[in-house]
């Protein structure tokens, strides 16, 4: 408050703004009132010589301002900002520039075409496949394509699409084919070809995915619909594909 | 002091030579101290130059003893400085593609004039992460820990996390097997991560409608792979981190770690 008067102490012609901040202070208008009114915590901020001067020369000036109450005089040369409010305007803007820069550099961390294999594929026709496991398309696109006379679910012969991702940390089994089964190199999980867990550190059994005829007789792969034998999900019509 | 010079008879060549060197402008220029024979100077000394000023002018007797500190922080910064140092070197052979990482490294070691700059990175980098856990643990020991270190202690175990990611991060340039399937398994975490994973606890809740906001090519493990496994973009990704963004954060944080280590009274007396 003292701050706002030691300028009226030093220029009494000037008017004050009239801008909301400025009407904000109370002692303004107050001044050319009869001095009844003076507000309890003012009595306490106007006892330094530069306020008392300040309001001697806000009530010589009471007149000149009451005529410019509504309209602004063309020669104030007064701010129609005060510096508090442009600094607050400043910093809000520079909040605002902040964090839209950290919000595009966080979006430039995801591009928006990736150089992968597509999650869905055709996989050629069923005739092309024999019995157990095939691995053409394990280096591409994480499948293996077993095809089996009885499923272990759905009790039928044809094709099930089994994603090449462990289930404990997520590495790359090997089919031994000796053996039959999918053996993890990392920590020694074991699979059977249909998929189930039986030995190593593997919680669950390995995700199928989803597979269906295309149009044109073709095996369609898709693994974005994943099937969970844990969940029941293995007898879904399309995590096995009869035939 | 410079200014009361006296005639020796007897001043050797050397002398004269020191004499004319530190009145020369350049040396003046450099350091504004005289030599560090007093209390003042020797406080000047650490005052007046950027690096030692982090260093506290003064320490206790028992905290430059090896049995009390046993100086895993100032072993763990010369290992960082030798890290930086060697991995700089690497960086002038080492191309983060695909097609060249890993005959890189193998040229790194069978065709480049000493062929130790390698090893000296890698065994640099096990031992700094060994003797960043002795500090952390002598500090623990010694109470050091407790106000008004608190902070400095703060600082001290986002450093650790920030070794580890160091660690990690450069465990995937040699691009062979133990590497992709190390990062593979290591990368898996941030699938678990609150709401920013796919996986992770409260993921499930971002959703509009049927659509979820959080899935496997938008999420933080994604963020660090740059693809949805550990691919070119993966290799890319944790090269300019490991040589850039991780070394530059561990710096600042080292700086303050330093200056707070002063500013906190200096090293902890004996309990």
């Known amino acids: 408050m003292a701050d706002d008067t030691k300028p009226e102490g030093t220029q009494p012609a000037s008017p004050a703004p009239a801008t909301p901040v400025a009407a904000a202070h109370a002692p303004r208008p107050a001044a050319p009132r009869p001095p009844a009114v003076p507000l309890p915590d003012l009595a306490g901020k106007t006892t330094t010589a530069a306020s008392l001067g300040g309001g001697a020369a806000k009530a010589a000036a009471a007149p000149a301002k009451a005529a410019a109450a509504a309209t602004r005089d063309p020669d104030d040369m007064s701010p129609l900002l005060t510096r508090r409010a442009w600094m607050g305007l400043a910093w809000g803007a520079f909040t605002a520039a902040s964090a839209a820069a950290l919000a595009a550099t966080g979006r430039f961390m995801f591009p928006n075409v990736l150089n992968e294999p597509p999650q869905q594929f055709k996989a050629g026709f069923p005739n092309e496949y024999g019995m157990g496991v095939d691995e053409r398309w394990k280096e591409k696109f994480g499948v293996w394509i077993v095809r089996t006379p009885d499923d272990l679910v759905q009790r039928a012969s044809g094709f099930y699409a089994l994603l090449v991702t462990c289930t404990h940390l997520g590495c790359t089994p090997n089919y031994l084919s000796a053996e039959g089964k999918f053996k993890c190199p990392c920590h020694g999980s074991g699979f059977r070809t249909t998929g189930i867990n039986f030995e190593g550190p593997a919680p669950r059994p390995l995700e199928r995915a989803r597979i269906v005829l295309a149009d044109d007789g073709q095996l369609l792969v898709d693994k974005a619909r994943k099937f969970q034998w844990e969940l029941g999900q293995w007898a879904d019509s399309e995590a096995f594909l009869r035939s | ?271």
């Open chain 2, 1 to 271: 002091m410079a200014e009361t010079k006296t005639i020796d008879p007897k001043e050797t060549a050397a002398t004269r030579l020191w004499n004319w060197l530190t009145e020369t402008q350049v040396w003046k220029s450099v350091f504004r101290h005289d030599r560090p024979d007093s209390d003042r100077t020797r406080v000047l000394v650490m005052l007046s130059n950027v690096f030692l000023h982090l260093h506290p002018v003064r320490m206790r007797k028992s905290g430059v003893k090896l049995r009390y500190t046993w100086c895993m922080g100032g072993m763990s910064f010369f290992l960082f400085l030798s890290l930086t140092l060697t991995g700089l070197l690497l960086m002038f052979y080492y191309r983060p593609t695909l097609e060249y990482a890993y005959t890189d490294i193998v040229a790194l070691r069978e065709h480049v004039p000493l062929g130790i700059m390698r090893e000296m990175h890698r065994w640099g980098a096990h031992a700094m992460v060994i003797t960043v856990m002795l500090h952390m643990f002598r500090v623990f020991l010694t109470g050091s820990y407790k106000p008004p270190r608190e902070f400095n202690w703060s600082v001290g175990v986002i450093m650790l996390v920030l070794t580890l990611l160091l660690s990690f991060t450069g465990y995937l340039l040699p691009w062979d097997q133990l590497a992709i399937w190390a990062i593979t398994v290591g990368s898996n975490m941030a699938r678990a991560t609150p709401f920013l994973g796919h996986e992770g606890p409260g993921a499930a809740l971002l959703r509009l409608g049927d659509v979820p906001l959080i899935h496997a090519y938008d999420d933080a493990r994604f963020a660090l792979l740059g693809g949805s496994f550990v691919g070119e973009g993966a290799l890319l990704r944790f090269y300019v981190l490991h040589c850039v963004g991780l070394p530059l954060v561990i710096a600042v944080l080292m700086a303050v770690h330093f200056w707070r280590v002063r500013k906190d009274g200096g090293i902890s007396g004996p309990l």
